[in-house]
């Protein structure tokens, strides 16, 4: 018995079938075929192959069936290809979005353009007065997003809505005369939004001085 590596056989069949394809002697091909049977193959560590050719037979059972094969054909024949002959992927509707709505969605959490809505000015105002007031649209939710306070001396103020029937309110506290500017990516409110019809305010918690002016603003959104 001959011991080839696989090179080696490689080698002397590509010579032989050279021959057989220029002599045309029919003994060329019993040669390589006697060579086949009787030769031991090894791989480049020198290991036989024999070992693993005697594992590649399968049961029937484990082969797909052709329906089975049919049944990818039916998914893979739905397959569309560019000029390119890359894969063409049609996302769906909803993900296909533009950049002013990727922008808003990044910038405030939601599909929103935040807008101020300023209050007038007030002097010396009575407790409890709206100094500016939002009432959110049939059908929508409100989102607070940023507020502005102005007043000429210390006061607190709260900013109120409704959610779920539920009254909520934020203090401020000024511990002097100034103005407040305040605005965020996250809602105010978030996961409590300002229920349809009801409104938004600011109202400032003790009476304004005789004199002393007031002013608030918010920044709303709603959808």
């Given at each position: 018995?001959?011991?080839?590596?696989?090179?080696?056989?490689?080698?002397?069949?590509?010579?032989?079938?050279?021959?057989?394809?220029?002599?045309?002697?029919?003994?060329?091909?019993?040669?390589?075929?006697?060579?086949?049977?009787?030769?031991?193959?090894?791989?480049?560590?020198?290991?036989?192959?024999?070992?693993?050719?005697?594992?590649?037979?399968?049961?029937?059972?484990?082969?797909?069936?052709?329906?089975?094969?049919?049944?990818?054909?039916?998914?893979?024949?739905?397959?569309?290809?560019?000029?390119?002959?890359?894969?063409?992927?049609?996302?769906?509707?909803?993900?296909?979005?533009?950049?002013?709505?990727?922008?808003?969605?990044?910038?405030?959490?939601?599909?929103?353009?935040?807008?101020?809505?300023?209050?007038?000015?007030?002097?010396?105002?009575?407790?409890?007065t709206a100094l500016v007031s939002r009432t959110v649209s049939t059908g929508k939710t409100g989102y607070i997003y940023g507020f502005m306070i102005t007043a000429g001396e210390a006061n607190d103020f709260?900013?109120?809505?409704?959610?779920?029937?539920?009254?909520?309110?934020?203090?401020?506290?000024?511990?002097?005369?100034?103005?407040?500017?305040?605005?965020?990516?996250?809602?105010?409110?978030?996961?409590?939004?300002?229920?349809?019809?009801?409104?938004?305010?600011?109202?400032?918690?003790?009476?304004?001085?005789?004199?002393?002016?007031?002013?608030?603003?918010?920044?709303?959104?709603?959808?």
């Amino acid at each position: 018995m001959v011991e080839l590596t696989y090179n080696e056989l490689k080698r002397l069949l590509t010579e032989k079938l050279r021959e057989e394809l220029t002599s045309g002697d029919p003994n060329t091909k019993k040669l390589l075929t006697d060579l086949l049977l009787s030769a031991i193959l090894k791989d480049s560590t020198g290991s036989e192959l024999s070992s693993y050719v005697k594992n590649i037979d399968v049961l029937l059972s484990t082969r797909a069936s052709e329906d089975t094969l049919g049944s990818i054909r039916s998914k893979t024949d739905k397959f569309s290809f560019d000029d390119q002959n890359r894969l063409a992927i049609q996302n769906p509707p909803n993900l296909n979005i533009d950049l002013t709505t990727l922008q808003a969605l990044i910038r405030w959490g939601r599909n929103v353009t935040p807008t101020w809505v300023i209050g007038q000015e007030y002097t010396g105002p009575a407790a409890g007065t709206a100094l500016v007031s939002r009432t959110v649209s049939t059908g929508k939710t409100g989102y607070i997003y940023g507020f502005m306070i102005t007043a000429g001396e210390a006061n607190d103020f709260k900013i109120n809505w409704t959610s779920g029937t539920v009254a909520y309110s934020k203090r401020i506290t000024f511990g002097g005369k100034g103005t407040v500017y305040f605005t965020n990516n996250i809602a105010l409110n978030e996961g409590l939004p300002a229920d349809a019809g009801t409104s938004v305010t600011i109202t400032n918690v003790n009476a304004g001085s005789s004199g002393i002016v007031y002013q608030c603003a918010l920044l709303y959104a709603e959808m």
